[in-house]
């Protein structure tokens, strides 16, 4: 399978920017780390500053780790990070019965987009090879 670039340096580089939460290492598919740097501020901002040199790599990982396709990842996560309360992020995908309960419920309470930052780049990348099957 060749190698797509499904995330983009630039946007990484944007959520670096709140990357002392771990955004930006949700986005490539770090939910652990993720995790840790939320709970920490970035490892009390070492490791968010460490981040800086290592997008780049990061980004290359996720790209040949994610499939490419028709759903965007920038998009879902931009949706997902600003919006995901309101389950705008799962309408993007075609998941509209989830989205309105999201949309009712500010996202399960919070649990559901918590859910979502741990695997939206596994949902995409499924939705992205059952189009293209």
């Known amino acids: 399978m060749p190698q797509t670039d499904t995330h983009s340096k630039l946007f990484g580089y944007l959520l670096w920017i709140f990357g002392f939460l771990g955004s930006h290492r949700f986005y490539y598919g770090k939910p652990v780390t993720g995790t840790i740097w939320f709970f920490t501020l970035g ?18 990982e996720a790209d040949f780790r994610f499939r490419g396709g028709d759903t965007s990842y920038n998009i879902a996560w931009l949706l997902l ?6 389950g705008v992020h799962r309408m993007y995908m075609g998941k509209w019965i989830t989205g309105v309960i999201y949309l009712l419920t500010l996202g399960l309470c919070g649990l559901g987009v918590l859910y979502d930052f741990w695997t939206l780049n596994d949902q995409i990348s499924v939705k992205n090879a059952s189009i293209m099957d």
Do not use: Y
């Open 43 to 60: 490892l009390f901002f070492i490791g968010w500053i460490i981040d800086l040199f290592l997008i780049p790599s990061m980004d290359r």
């Open 81 to 86: 990070t600003f919006l995901g309360a309101f």
